[in-house]
């Protein structure tokens, strides 16, 4: 069966297979994987009815086939995922359905409501599969915070997947799912898909509505996409994108109708910005650094003009990423309190005590620190400084990205300082960890698109495996559109770069 979303709808438009056995052979595959010795722990469940919704789908394209072929390419106009299943990340809300976000303290919830990405690519016809592993909360980079367990990487189960969205990412390049929604504060997308060899997108702030993901940071959270080539995206993201009523920070994406063909832009003409700041990082591994190099190369043989610049408050980048972050979700997680929903400790000796035995035994470890830091940059005696602090440095950000570019199209730089580490390695120094969205927190805080490309592998030794390295490429706001086709002419000359995608 193909993986591409080209050619599975081609497949369900001619018969050779249907909505039904996608989804049987993804349950299949998830009901095996948990009996391995490692599993992937990708899917955390499959949703019950995804093979009811299958068979309709399967009706409806029969139906439209016994019509003709122009019946048949009218149905796939109106609803162009039609019978494509896609993995959920456990933080964003289908109805019906358990949402955990992998956390102790929502154990048992179920989403009343369809979120606005959910209702959206239902209404395109696309088919939810199951609920995807994650960090707590969306709080880390492996997807080792999770009360279910790590998500492992499928190039290597002995490796992290990356996080917070390792189970959709992992979910996808393992073939289980044609593509996957996730969500990103500071490149919890963009950092699982270059640890797993796939396509992952962070768009501009807005464009994909926020209604119905459990909130980390609000100013920062995004939905994103993954998949294995940038057309894989694309179609996803037309049929997500656009202003929604229940979400006033969402804006319409210009350009959008042109999601659905997508077509390689020209490089030639592109002008290129290189972080000098990112270029020195200390962090950045020789095998990345290799990648990063051969990744300029190729532009430069394109015709692309190359420039370093300076740009020094990105030095300040995850200092402000975190104290913002981290101030929003002590600000947000303050709800969960065993009052209104989730878990509840109640020893009968009082509120105050049900809220404190409640949080203390319904959050992970890495959750209460970052409430911790939250609430003390919060508290009377440092808000006035550190936040505002953070807040200005933001705000440069933004301003010093904008100028940028109006003289340059992309930036150009590693995705993250290092391919996938075992798992493990980090789980318990959370600065070594909080280090591996050096490159990426800068987007989330200028609000601007980014998109991660599979660009090469590690160089093994000894017992060591090859592992994916992803470069990303930021353009301005709602760039999106040039950003994939950018992304679409490094797939055309680098089909081989990502993990195998299964072909028919």
Avoid at 129 to 149: H, I, K, P
Avoid at 308 to 318: E, G
Avoid at 330 to 345: K, Q
Avoid at 451 to 462: D, F, K, L
Wanted: aromatic share 8%; charged share 25%; with cysteine.
């Amino acid at each position: 069966m193909g993986y591409t979303i080209k050619e599975m709808r081609g497949a369900l438009k001619d018969g050779s297979v249907t909505s039904e056995k996608l989804v049987q052979e993804a349950v299949a595959t998830f009901e095996a994987d948990k009996k391995s010795e490692l599993p992937l722990n990708a899917f955390l469940e499959m949703y019950a009815d995804a093979a009811e919704k299958a068979k309709k789908a399967d009706a409806e394209i029969a139906a439209a086939r016994a019509q003709g072929s122009a019946a048949l390419d009218a149905l796939f106009a109106a609803k162009p995922l039609l019978g494509l299943p896609f993995a959920n990340k456990d933080n964003i809300s289908a109805r019906g359905k358990r949402l955990t976000c992998a956390s102790k303290i929502l154990e048992g919830y179920i989403a009343p409501y369809n979120a606005t990405v959910i209702e959206r690519l239902e209404k395109a016809g696309a088919i939810p599969l199951g609920r995807c592993n994650q960090d707590e909360f969306a709080m880390g980079s492996s997807t080792e915070y999770s009360v279910y367990g790590p998500t492992r990487n499928p190039i290597n189960r002995a490796y992290v997947s990356g996080g917070s969205s390792g189970g959709s990412a992992a979910a996808v390049a393992a073939n289980q799912a044609l593509f996957g929604i996730g969500t990103e504060t500071g490149g919890s997308v963009r950092l699982p898909a270059s640890y797993c060899g796939i396509y992952g997108l962070k768009p501009t702030y807005g464009v994909l509505s926020r209604w119905g993901v459990v909130a980390y940071g609000s100013s920062l959270d995004q939905v994103g996409i993954m998949g294995h080539t940038p057309a894989d995206i694309a179609e996803p993201l037309k049929a997500m994108c656009g202003k929604d009523m229940y979400d006033d920070t969402s804006a319409d994406l210009p350009g959008s109708e042109e999601l659905a063909d997508l077509r390689a832009c020209d490089v030639s003409s592109l002008k290129i910005a290189i972080p000098r700041q990112f270029l020195e990082s200390k962090g950045l591994s020789a095998d990345v650094a290799k990648v990063f190099t051969d990744t300029r190369d190729w532009f430069e043989s394109k015709g692309a003009k190359i420039d370093v610049v300076d740009i020094p408050v990105l030095d300040a980048s995850i200092a402000s990423y975190y104290v913002i972050a981290l101030s929003e979700a002590a600000s947000n997680l303050s709800r969960f309190d065993g009052i209104r929903y989730g878990r509840r400790v109640d020893t009968g000796e009082g509120y105050d005590e049900l809220y404190v035995h409640t949080r203390s035994e319904g959050f992970g470890p890495e959750v209460k620190r970052r409430i911790i830091i939250g609430n003390y940059v919060l508290s009377e005696q440092f808000s006035g400084d550190t936040y505002k602090k953070g807040m200005t440095v933001r705000a440069r950000i933004q301003r010093e990205m904008s100028e940028l570019f109006k003289k340059y199209d992309i930036v150009l730089c590693p995705t993250c300082p290092t391919p996938a580490f075992r798992l493990g390695q980090k789980v318990d120094d959370p600065l070594e960890m909080y280090l591996s969205d050096l490159f990426t927190t800068f987007v989330n805080l200028a609000r601007i698109p980014s998109i991660s490309v599979p660009a090469g592998m590690s160089t093994p030794s000894g017992d060591e495996t090859a592992m994916p390295i992803g470069m990303q490429f930021a353009g301005p706001m709602f760039s999106e559109l040039k950003l994939l086709q950018l992304a679409q002419a490094w797939e055309n000359d680098h089909p081989g770069c990502g993990v195998p995608v299964k072909k028919m």
